[in-house]
């Protein structure tokens, strides 16, 4: 039998550890309140299973990070499912925020069981997340453990103003491309950046190697949005085949587009007139190409990967979950446009 | 000049302790943000002031019991400022959850900013209230800030527990007196509890003090909500003044409505057969006392006061905070009817 890759080992682990976490929500006449929780992580109801699930990419930086920075991994167990249940609650929560019906395929929390339990169930999805770092106790030690704790809060703060900026964004016109970074840095890029610390954090590893591993999830998280915001309006499935799906449907504020209205030329005359049509999808797309917003968000996301690279090397991480790191990393990175 | 008595000085340094941890929020384009929030703990905006500030009885009860075993009540103070906060993130949500347009006379955040706004401002009052008792580090030592973060984690998701109970039940024809307890417990006496238990934990008394002291809250929570289900019904400005008020009209199952559901009676009848009118208040709340709901409420309510007395007097509260802590207990104990 072949030796199972760390990631292959890890991915089942925290399975394990997260549905462990969630059996604190279990008790007399509480079962649809666990099969809520239980449902948006993938586990339980219609379409359960590996497609529902999502990749768990986080909690794999978290233990890659603190295998790569010399630790046995199974320490940081605890802080790979609190970012893994912190993700999801997120995503509950944003699900009701954006008024979406579906979530991989699925019908939300709030559309299976309307608002009032679907907040609720990701109030309960953030307590889990602290609860579930707090078994670091027994991993790490209790100063760790109250450390790890700190870090995990103030990244929530963090998103919550992310959040914020992201909501209030929506009834502007006008927006400005400086506003863009602290959006993206607390949705997405603060929670990445928290899971590298964490498990260098976890691991003991010195000051300024945690201060690296951070700086790589930092960039490696503003490097994935930028991609993602080209990729949702360059990319194969939002191009040419499937234009519904593009960004410039939705009228999300994304990098591209910031960068088109900054511009003032035809992209930000046709953008201010009201949404857009699919049928006009691949004509604005060009346009928007024609003015420089392509080359400077894919130029914009070289630099970010170029740092978190750069970030990731300074770390110094060693051995096979080193490699397995950068190779995560670099996957995450040339997602196809 | 007159001394001030415990309850006079721990007030303002209550909200200053608060409005510190608060501006934790503040940043570049955050402002509104931050006003949210300080709009719904009553600082600013329309209406702000003491009246719309509430009582803050919480972290009364986490003060008065630390100075009541012996420790320096400002030891404490970031465990009073936690207690509220959660208190008041749990209040910003069951507004929304409960459909209300009004909190203490004033807009709730949901009716100002919108539920998505809303929701984030009460994720981000949560994670400010486990951050504000991140603060104990520096007053208590790291070992009792991290068991005092387990505390509250695990009150936070018995309360949303409760929360689920609550919802669920509202859709509910049928309801168990028996599942009264579970509901209350999460929603009310849980945090109670945690209050007491925090307070008790800072001062560094003895395990059988601090579970004597956490008793007490937990047995208060559950008298304070046994006599507000009586006051619903059977309250000077519900019964016969104001009957729009009465819990009749607003179908809540509290209490005494379980009590005369189970007796099968007049009440029951008229009850399944829908909503009832603010001129039947008077009739069936009559009803409702002939068929013993009101007896059955007063000596539950009477009963929860002596458990939570008696755990009190096993605490053994010492000084001036142990007197101003027994005459608070009695002062929610001994709402007039």
């Known amino acids: 039998m072949p030796e199972l890759s760390f990631t292959q080992q890890m991915l089942p682990a925290v399975e394990l550890e997260m549905q462990h976490v969630l059996d604190l929500s279990q008790g007399d006449h509480l079962d649809e309140f666990h099969m809520m929780m239980a449902y948006h992580m993938g586990w339980k109801g219609e379409g359960a299973g590996p497609k529902a699930t999502g990749k768990r990419i986080r909690p794999l930086l978290v233990l890659l990070t603190c295998a790569a920075a010399g630790e046995d991994w ?12 912190l993700h999801n609650f997120s ?3 944003d699900d009701i925020e ?15 069981w309307g608002i009032p339990q679907a907040i609720n169930a990701g109030d309960a999805m953030l307590t889990l997340a602290h609860l579930a770092l707090h078994r670091l106790q027994e991993t790490a030690g209790v100063s760790t453990a109250f450390e790890a704790s700190n870090i995990l809060q103030k990244t929530c703060l963090e998103l919550t103003k992310g959040q ?14 400086l506003e863009y970074w602290p959006m993206v840095s607390g949705k997405t890029a603060a929670l990445i950046a928290a899971c590298t610390e964490l498990g260098a954090l976890v691991s003991g ?4 190697s945690r201060e690296a591993y951070r700086d790589f999830g930092y960039y490696l998280g503003l490097a994935f949005q930028a991609l993602d915001d080209l990729l949702g309006i360059w990319g194969d499935s939002t191009h040419t085949g499937k234009s519904a799906e593009s960004d410039l449907v939705s009228g999300k504020k994304s990098l591209p587009v910031l960068y088109g209205l900054m511009s003032e030329g035809e992209f930000s005359k046709r953008w201010r007139q009201g949404p857009v049509g699919i049928d006009e999808v691949e004509g604005l797309a060009h346009q928007l190409e024609i003015e420089g917003a392509r080359d400077y968000t894919q130029e914009t996301a070289s630099c970010m990967t170029d740092s978190a690279l750069k970030a990731l090397q300074q770390a110094q ?3 096979e979950a080193g490699q397995e790191l950068t190779d995560l990393a670099n996957k995450l990175l040339n997602r196809k446009i």
């Open 205 to 208: 590893c010195t000051a300024s």
């Open 164 to 177: 914020y900026l992201d909501i209030s964004y929506e009834t502007r016109q006008e927006l400005d491309m």
């Open 317 to 319: 991480p060693s051995g």
């Open 74 to 85: 199974h320490c940081a167990l605890p802080a790979g499912a609190a970012v893994e249940l």
């Open 91 to 93: 995503l509950i929560h």
């Open 98 to 112: 954006d008024n979406s019906p579906l979530r991989r395929g699925r019908p939300t929390v709030w559309t299976r």
